[in-house]
């Protein structure tokens, strides 16, 4: 796990960006940080419509997640229809946040828990359909190898050591 | 409150009267679906605490299949606004109502924000014209009730029977409710203290 300083001196060097939400309603109860391309997704110039949408999505997405509004969550890997999943193997501790658009493909972005109610997401967005989960997997472990050498994610045993005590529509969590 | 710069960017066009991007409006349709969505998981949690209601059991009252209630109950984006009324009909629950805000005044400084409120509310008594006749009118009856008050015996409870006495004490709130309730944003846009109170409130009475 990384202390806060040392969040601060990887957002100070650019190599992790602090999400923002768009709700300028909504209470912050957790934190997103994201890799330098994923922030340019986000916030860099737009490609176009499709982009748009799904940056859209996605930063409605983290904003749920960082405001505490309700979520559902996998914790099993056979489990499907949620927004946030742990994946397979669960001692790789690699989470997908799903990006889901009826007209236009899936999207999925990669990361991993730094502390309890702090999630680095590190790779992607990558199509739902393009994705072959075990090299997503390494690539998200590598990213975090080069960020934070020596440093390791979260392992908790429930959700609560991930997510802390707001509401989590939680799916096959013990 | 605190805006930061980036919200205000955000928030532009919205407040400068202009054309609003897509990308803003897909936020925002985004966002409107995702209060929809908790509010109607927070009836269903209502509901399963009270009840004991399953998802079996409310897929069974509005015809659907217990996948389909799952589908429903696990993203937004699952939802339109025939499945949101069945689920809400399926849960013997009404929409109270759909108050809104206009935006600018959301961004105003606490002060502000009170005095927004105040307004809403109606004229303060300090704006407002007194009938002195009428407050003493109420304050000799005000007084009338003290001299009752005070010839009433003092091992005497309130209430007809013991039993209603005791149902008419406060109850501790129940530490499951108030979690759930807590730091979250209601589930229309209420302001959120607002929204927690009243929750809490609700469980409370419920339970009593």
Redesign the interface.
Known sequence: MLTADEIKSLCDQNKLFKV????????I?RSIYVSPDLHNFLRGP?SG?SQ??Y???L??LF??FI????I?VAFAPHLM???IKRLSPRAREVWEFKI???RRPQLRVFGRFADAKIFFALTGPEIRQNCHYPAEINLCEDYWRKLAPGKTPVYGRTLRDYFG???I?S?GNP | ?T??A??KS??AEILEDRPI????L??FR??FR?KL??AI??AFLIRAKEKNLKQQDLAARIHRTKGQI??W???P?NLTLDSISDLMVGLGMDFDDFPYTPIEK??APKEEAAQVRTEKTGPSVSKSFIDTSVLASKLNDLNAWIKILESWPTSRSVGTSPELAETMQSKPPSGKVI??F????GPL?QN?NTFQQTGETNAQQKQA
């Open positions: 923002i939400p768009n709700d300028w309603r909504a209470p109860e737009s419509e748009d949408r940056r859209s999505k930063q409605r904003d749920r405001s505490g509004q309700a559902t229809g949620t927004e889901r658009d009826k005590s707001t509401k529509l799916r | 409150m805006i930061s980036q919200q955000f928030l991007p897509e990308a803003t897909i936020y985004e966002r995702d969505h908790s998981l927070e799952s589908r109950f696990n993203t984006s959301t961004l979690n759930l807590k730091n979250r944003q846009g959120r």
